[in-house]
């Protein structure tokens, strides 16, 4: 079996209906299929982090983040999606 | 995977202006040299374009897949003095052409290695290369140059040194009006690295492999940060520690870069140059930092203390998160690419003679210095030789970037824009060393350069 390809998105802005829906909507598009969810309100601002697996993704994760890019905007939100390796380069040894 | 530090690389990237400053691709011209100079030059074009076709492309993709931006996509080639030695009678601007070519239709913005390695004398492309420079970087846009002038091994070769302070002037004469843009794209080196690859020195030394991907990295905005929110109360040995740590988050992303672009050119990885690069963005700054440690402004009696301590910290902390480090790998004190260093050197209180003194700790020397437009070429050959004698003796990388602003004088200011950026045109002692320079002849190697 391949190695599990992830990739984290984040969702932060303000608050709304709907914001879970539409980002895990989006990912059921692309065939991304979403392990874990953290999410929380700090100051009136929500941030939200997801940990999905894009081995068998529909998309690349350039194109990945830039459709998600687009839906921020959309949303007035900031979301980003970034390879897991950059976190884990950075904050393991 | 842990929530805060995933938003804490989010942070750095959004707030905090960490990035990735340059993917530069090392390309050796060995194979192109040829007695037929308008071969010799078709050949340079051809192989440019060959291998690094894909490089623009490739630090976009990978800049999109990980969220990191990646700043700059560059070139270095071997020094073209070697190739200019095959056909000593042509003029070796049809090289620079050939670069200037090569590197607008790759997609780079910058080529460098239109450079002459003359330390211990000149070989027979040298001299006509070095002479070529004003007009090389006068008629193209995307060129840089440099000569090495020294090395601990080798001594300072004076009759170089003299050469240069008449050629930095002639670059900004003839280019004077684009803000004597020319005289910031050449740099004149001692113990220059042979994988620089940073601009303007970069160039493919003689000892690399064909091909190699060099990345150099930034951050000094997530440095500052950093000491701002934990650096309260904090001793220096606190501060090292938290600029440490700092430096080895920031690397591991140069090197997870450098390994993925490797990867996906199918050319072998060369080093991560832990450079904290600054950029004219408010925050982006070395001085920020050494203003941060608690100097009321970067020049202050201290700086150099906070810039060794900068310096040492980052090397330790990055050295660790790559598995080769080289280049320039330090501190950069760029004056008119840095914000902090604008002000300072605009209120008076960084001169040119604290910015000497900080050379001899940071990772290179006097980098992007505007001074006055009548400075004779005997003091700016002085300010090379006095350069070139601090890395020769301390074992290490110095070098001179300054732009003679020609028609105007100290207090006003050039405006180069982008990451080159602007800044005030500094006091020169008015002193001359004219006969010392005129003397000509070398320094020789000290102590230092007997190890064996």
């Known amino acids: 079996m391949d190695k599990m390809e992830k990739a984290v998105i984040t969702v932060i802005g303000k608050d709304?209906?709907?914001?879970?829906?539409?980002?895990?909507?989006?990912?059921?598009?692309?065939?991304?299929?979403?392990?874990?969810?953290?999410?929380?309100?700090?100051?009136?601002?929500?941030?939200?982090?997801?940990?999905?697996d894009i081995t068998h993704a529909t998309v690349k994760v350039a194109d990945l983040a830039d459709t998600f890019d687009a839906l921020g905007e959309s949303l007035n939100l900031k979301i980003h999606v970034m390879h897991e390796d950059i976190f884990n380069s950075m904050h393991r040894i | 995977m842990n929530t805060n530090e995933i938003l804490e690389t989010i942070n750095m990237i959004d707030n905090e202006d960490l990035d990735v400053r340059t993917i530069t691709m090392g390309i050796s011209l060995l194979d192109c040299i040829d007695p037929d100079p308008e071969r010799a030059a078709q050949k340079v074009y051809d192989k440019i374009c060959r291998y690094a076709q894909n490089l623009v492309k490739a630090g976009e993709d990978i800049s999109r897949q990980y969220g990191i931006p990646i700043i700059n996509k560059r070139n270095s080639v071997t020094p073209i003095a070697t190739l200019a030695g095959a056909c000593p009678s042509a003029s070796p601007i049809r090289f620079a052409k050939a670069l200037d070519k090569a590197a607008h239709?790759?997609?780079?913005?910058?080529?460098?290695?239109?450079?002459?390695?003359?330390?211990?004398?000149?070989?027979?492309?040298?001299?006509?290369?070095?002479?070529?420079?004003?007009?090389?970087?006068?008629?193209?846009?995307?060129?840089?140059?440099?000569?090495?002038?020294?090395?601990?091994?080798?001594?300072?070769?004076?009759?170089?040194?003299?050469?240069?302070?008449?050629?930095?002037?002639?670059?900004?004469?003839?280019?004077?009006?684009?803000?004597?843009?020319?005289?910031?794209?050449?740099?004149?080196?001692?113990?220059?690295?042979?994988?620089?690859?940073?601009?303007?020195?970069?160039?493919?030394?003689?000892?690399?492999?064909?091909?190699?991907?060099?990345?150099?990295?930034?951050?000094?905005?997530?440095?500052?940060?950093?000491?701002?929110?934990?650096?309260?109360?904090?001793t220096l040995t606190e501060i090292a520690e938290l600029i440490k740590r700092t430096a080895f988050k920031i690397t591991r992303m140069g090197q997870l870069v450098a390994q993925e672009a490797s990867r996906r050119l199918c050319v072998p990885f060369g080093i991560v140059d832990l450079s904290l690069a600054p950029t004219p963005a408010i925050g982006d700054s070395v001085a920020y930092i050494l203003e941060g440690m608690g100097l009321e402004q970067c020049g202050a009696h201290g700086t150099t203390a906070a810039l060794a301590l900068l310096n040492d910290a980052v090397k330790k902390g990055g050295v660790m998160a790559s598995s080769s480090v080289g280049g320039l790998s330090g501190a950069f004190i760029p004056v008119t690419e840095d914000a902090g260093m604008i002000e300072a050197a605009r209120s008076g209180c960084l001169t040119l003679t604290k910015l000497e003194a900080m050379t001899a700790v940071c990772s290179v020397g006097?980098?992007?210095?505007?001074?006055?437009?009548?400075?004779?070429?005997?003091?700016?050959?002085?300010?090379?030789?006095?350069?070139?004698a601090i890395g020769m003796v301390n074992s290490k990388t110095t070098a001179v970037r300054v732009i003679p602003a020609v028609g105007r004088k100290a207090g006003e200011e050039l405006d180069f824009g982008g990451l080159l950026g602007k800044g005030p045109i500094m006091e020169v002692n008015p002193a001359s060393p004219a006969e010392f320079i005129h003397r000509g002849g070398k320094i020789p190697a000290p102590m230092q350069s007997l190890k064996n």
Request: charged share 20%.
């Open chain 2, 366 to 388: 006097l980098d992007m210095i505007c001074i006055p437009g009548d400075t004779p070429a005997e003091i700016i050959s002085g300010i090379i030789a006095d350069e070139a």
């Open chain 1, 16 to 52: 709304m209906v709907g914001i879970l829906a539409k980002v895990s909507n989006m990912c059921a598009e692309k065939d991304v299929n979403v392990l874990e969810v953290t999410q929380s309100i700090l100051h009136d601002m929500f941030v939200m982090v997801m940990l999905v």
């Open chain 2, 105 to 234: 239709t790759v997609g780079v913005n910058f080529i460098g290695g239109y450079s002459a390695l003359v330390h211990k004398g000149f070989g027979p492309g040298d001299y006509a290369l070095i002479e070529s420079i004003p007009q090389a970087l006068d008629e193209t846009e995307l060129v840089c140059s440099s000569v090495n002038v020294g090395t601990t091994k080798a001594g300072i070769n004076m009759d170089a040194v003299e050469k240069m302070g008449r050629i930095i002037l002639e670059t900004a004469q003839r280019t004077a009006d684009r803000e004597c843009i020319g005289a910031a794209k050449l740099v004149v080196f001692c113990n220059a690295p042979e994988d620089n690859p940073f601009m303007a020195g970069a160039f493919h030394g003689p000892g690399e492999p064909d091909c190699v991907i060099n990345v150099g990295v930034s951050g000094p905005g997530v440095v500052r940060a950093a000491i701002k929110k934990h650096g309260d109360g904090c």
